[in-house]
T-cell receptor, first 117, second 114 residues
Framework: GAVVSQHPSRVICKSGTSVKIECRSLDFQATTMFWYRQFPKQSLMLMATSNEGSKATYEQGVEKDKFLINHASLTLSTLTVTSAHPEDSSFYIC?????????????FGQGTRLTVV | AQTVTQSQPEMSVQEAETVTLSCTYDTSESDYYLFWYKQPPSRQMILVIRQEAYKQQNATENRFSVNFQKAAKSFSLKISDSQLGDAAMYFCAYRGGANSKLTFGKGITLSVRP
């Protein structure tokens, strides 16, 4: 199957700083990638849909100025948590689908555990 | 809006036994797809099985099978011959035909007793 690589797997940052998380499709081009947030023992909450070459579409309640998404190429999307605070500590997961309307399966990155101290 | 409901937060099964995880969904669309994802302690999401709504036949993948009841909007996952490695969180997910977003249920934590 297709591989989605997410980096870093763990990051600790100080409150007030920014942190960038990368999501790469290693063996396919992904015109659309998705960013999720997951709290312990809870479900995945979609934060935004990242579209290559255009602005991301954010879900209701997600601060677009805080969670900056850039999808500059067909294989890379980045999520930057700006001015991070302890409440931003969470597990962030990206996913991508193979191009084409016939593609059904979403492939997920390994996730990034963000801890803001 | 589409919703996915997993009402059981936890289940436990004896190794080698069979367990069924329930899932219901609500949609007004006629064309959609349903999925079961597994999230082990590593937290890597793994696709277990998928079902296209237009297919009447229930999907099967080795020890995993689904009971898809379209009229009842029910999509349960049956795990046969449960193994210790099946212990994980399982998520039921919905994707509309015209919308590429996945909507997840709350998930169920499955434990397997040796």
């Amino acid at each position: 199957g297709a591989v989605v690589s997410q980096h870093p797997s763990r990051v600790i940052c100080k409150s007030g700083t920014s942190v960038k998380i990368e999501c790469r499709s290693l063996d396919f081009q992904a015109t659309t990638m998705f960013w999720y947030r997951q709290f312990p023992k809870q479900s995945l909450m979609l934060m935004a849909t990242s579209n290559e070459g255009s602005k991301a579409t954010y879900e209701q309640g997600v601060e677009k100025d805080k969670f900056l998404i850039n999808h500059a190429s067909l294989t890379l999307s980045t999520l930057t948590v700006t001015s991070a605070h302890p409440e931003d500590s969470s597990f962030y997961i990206c996913s991508a689908r193979l191009p084409g309307a016939a593609s059904l399966e979403a492939f997920f990155g390994q996730g990034t555990r963000l801890t803001v101290v | 809006a589409q919703t996915v409901t997993q009402s059981q937060p936890e289940m436990s099964v004896q190794e080698a036994e069979t367990v069924t995880l329930s899932c219901t969904y609500d949609t007004s669309e006629s064309d959609y797809y349903l999925f079961w994802y597994k999230q082990p302690p590593s937290r890597q999401m793994i696709l277990v099985i998928r079902q296209e709504a237009y297919k009447q036949q229930n999907a099967t993948e080795n020890r995993f099978s689904v009971n898809f009841q379209k009229a009842a909007k029910s999509f349960s996952l049956k795990i046969s011959d449960s193994q210790l490695g099946d212990a994980a969180m399982y998520f039921c997910a919905y994707r509309g035909g015209a919308n590429s977003k996945l909507t997840f249920g709350k998930g169920i934590t499955l434990s397997v007793r040796p």
